[in-house]
């Protein structure tokens, strides 16, 4: 396994100084698109794409030969060698091998990129992994406000639409936060976001959502609850005055509207009446005056037709930086540029789970579907209560009970002895009985009743 | 909408001029087609390829490739961004973002390229819409005729096979006729050109179709009525001399022998009991000695292999010429190269259908297939009676009654008052019905009857 | 049809001295696989894939990329042209015209790339026709063999796994007879090597398989039935001592597995209860202390993930040296290289069928499946009693009688007047029924008496 390599997994695997510097580097880029074919020649990028998506993979595709790269192109993985029964740690140390000098990835399974990572000579860019991150989208966003706005500390975005199912969204609003942005969600009613992902924003980045009264963006908020997901520090309320009921949207910065991901819609979900729109009208409001808007595209009905002529619409342009900042990231990942701040130290935080099952329980996993190469991993996220995520898919280990290697004692998440287990020893059991059967002494029970 | 920037969606687009300076260009890069790769380099061409044509594609493909460019390739679009529910119209503008430098586009709905060119902030190739055109693949044709022949003007030419369905055929009989060529058909029975192909050949081109004696051509016109295609000029008749029930076929310069487009038949057409063959006996004749042969390719049975070794068959040649064609074409949409002659000042002949339903019935027109982003267009072919065509997909609009939206009155197709509409104040109604509705008084009845 | 030029279809078309060239000139582009962009500039390889196969059509793109060439991709031709009916012959003779300057082709009728050879104005080269053969792979295995042993020349190879179906084993076990290697079968049981192969080991390559005592390859050869194909050469017998009840294995140089090919499995095939496993344990037998490991992939469970990180274990490296030496093959069939050695002159042994019908009875023998533009084609295998192959797929011909096209007399195949017939003067005939229509004497029923 690979180490000292940079992948670029998640925005997660970026620093924020990093990320600015790849904002100034395809920037660089964009001024002369045809004027950097120096950067690459001899490198091969190869397009992995176990599922299909035109626009990602032509934008990837494009960035290398305007880098002056060569491109292998595997736009339908999951009918080919896929079928052949090969893992995809196999596929990914092959193509690694001497056929490509960059991996980019688009997989079904959560984690995928994770995975491929671990397995890959060179290195890994995820271009999408199911529904769990598309971290060059959510660069592309930020570049985007970054270049409409000249910084992104401080702006006020609001993010409308069906904010449950969309992977871009979730990564987007991670990111915001990260860089200390106002998010102001405006979703279709039954849309909202998440509860993980609020859950995440209050651990991680220390936001909290306040009930918002949005009555200022107009028809736009006319039946959706907004909410303001306030970071917790001052300078970031300007956005907001009190409006009695709840903090008012004043002037937006940025509008971002997605598409409803009726691919991913379950079944006991409402079938949807009326998608929120986006037209002149919805955009006359004096709070909109000056926002950009932004879509992840393809759209439907969702921004109509008659809003793509007007100055505020950026969607097209903001595709078209897809190009200029995966230049940046291809170059980056390939060593051709230096982002001139120092490498980012990830956290050594992802712990194997050492025995037992697999603790992850989401089925779409890479963990769960490509059991032959996956070793277990898990990333601690609170201490009391334990609280851990799969390290593929970030998703919720859920366990009532963890075990010490050392001790060979179970004991249950919520005790106080649990948080004294190190992590590195640390292992799921989902039942006392699985815990027995593994040979782990049921002494979990009297410390959780101290 | 881009309007300087030139696009090849219809040979029309091209004067005489800049399709001959084409083949200039066409002929110096066959000559060494390994050493023309300082032309393009650092420009990108992407192949959005709705419809699957492997032929096409790694023609044009190869042709951006021996320019030293790069080449991005959707091989299915039709299953990939398509199914998202996206537009052509935000593709194009998207691909055509920064993508790509130039877009080649192969589409099922006719029109297709004409939308696309409208929205791409680059020059749009069209590579086959519909059953509508293939303007490449005609230049493809003339130049491999000019190359064979020294000239175009006046050479006699034979159609042979399915004249009927063939996209290809139809185009070449426009171009053929734009050149002042002699056009023979000796079609496949129940296979004849439409009446529509006819009436343009005569409108535009002052071509009218005779009757001919076709019995010098031996056994090919055996079962066939041949139709001369007699341009109104006097020196172009040395091909014929009257046999009495018609003009008799000389000497033929090339036969231009088509497959059966039997994915394009119809229910109510005829099943082929024997189509026609070109084999070493047919081509025994006289008045074929020196007629080079030619086939768009793909052939299944209608040329024997017994000719493929006989050195008037260039259909293979054919095909392979379609690279430095294609380079030309290439080079000269990227400005890479200069025709050295006047640019084509196209009329300004496409007007707006500003109020009521589109026009256009042809159910496989873009203008009804994607009705989000297109704006009914139509062209003025007479005015008295008043014809006009769908300027996507050149089917004939149907509409016994025609407004102007000045006056807002409706009159009949055919009247006098009728004329004075000027095109762009027409409007086009299915009905009285439907013009009282859109609120047109009926005054079109009385200036009928004058 | 073309001659001079040098194809890729079958490993055979290579001497000893050209694979030995190959290798060193692999061996120099592996050491610096972004170093030779100057080897191939302007040219470009068409990857025409009948089947999908990712993996091969990345690594020959790779190469031509390393080798600063371009490609042109159609990684699904039996969905798109094939679909309208075009033959091969026809699209080589399109694609070798001006598109590309090497076509690399995969088919899955047996025999395809011969035929495409004989139609192609650039080299072929096979990346797999059917069950038939897989040059470059076994190229590359030979390559790997060359550098881990320094020579293939009296190593020690053991196969295992299936070997009735891998077309890659075929391939492989008559190089490694070619290059005088050992070989022991140890087969999955009921997956020993078909008869026609080991006929043709011994035919050609005077190769005789002995019961071999396995014991000491351990728990890999437990239930299987061991063989030796050994060669007639004393030298070559280091590997064995005699073990009473057969050649005992002793030190092995390579250790070959390969996966279950289930793909091609019969109806009459037993079900496979336990296919053989490769893992630390069966590598932990002294015979196999210094054995590499090697695979084709992709695998399933026959190599243990445990096996991985053993040094032995070469199988990723195996695969990623496919790029420099498919590198070498096409720069050396696009005569950019230059092997140093005097060209291989192919015996001029096919001898085409000049009357009757295709004596090849292999269903799926391109000589079957495109009859438009083959011509039979066979090999003469054995003078008396006369046995021959088909010229494509290599399978026997059956026929009982033969005849003679000057004499216009018939023969039984194992008649003494049979071997008297002239390879370019003989017919062969299913039947004396057969026989007779075609106008042939039935003297071979006497001439078979004496």
Redesign the interface.
Known sequence: MSSARRHLVSIDDLSLAEIKSLFEHAKRF?ED???F?KVC????S?SLFYE????TR??F??AM??LGG????????R???AS???SLA??V???S?????VIVLRHASEGAARLAAQYSAVPVVNAGDGSHEHPTQTLCDLYNLWLERGRIEGINVVLAGDLRYSRTIHSFVYALARFGANIVCVPQPGFELPAYVVQRLREEFAVEPVRADATRLGDLALASDAVYLTPQKPHQLSLFTDGGKGLAVGRVDALYMTRPQTERFKGDDLPIQKYQQLSKREMSVESLRDAVVMHP????DEIQ?DLDEDPRSIY??Q??????IRMAILAFLLERIDLGVPAHSLDARYYPAPVGENPCRNTTCISRTET??VRALYRLAARFPIRAHCAYCSHEIVAPLVGCTTTRHAHFFDSASARRIRPDHMVFFASEAEAAAAGYAPAARAAAAT
Request: aromatic residues 4%; positive net charge; proline residues 8%.
């Open positions: 964009a698109l045809r004027g074919a020649p001899g490198l091969i190869a299909p998506s035109t626009r032509l934008s595709e494009s030969l305007r060569g491109v292998l192109t595997a736009a339908d993985m009918a080919t060698s052949k029964g090969e196999d596929t140390r092959v193509v091998g001497a056929y490509a000098d595209l393809p759209r439907r037709p097209f342009k595709a078209a930086r897809g190009v200029p032959r190469h």
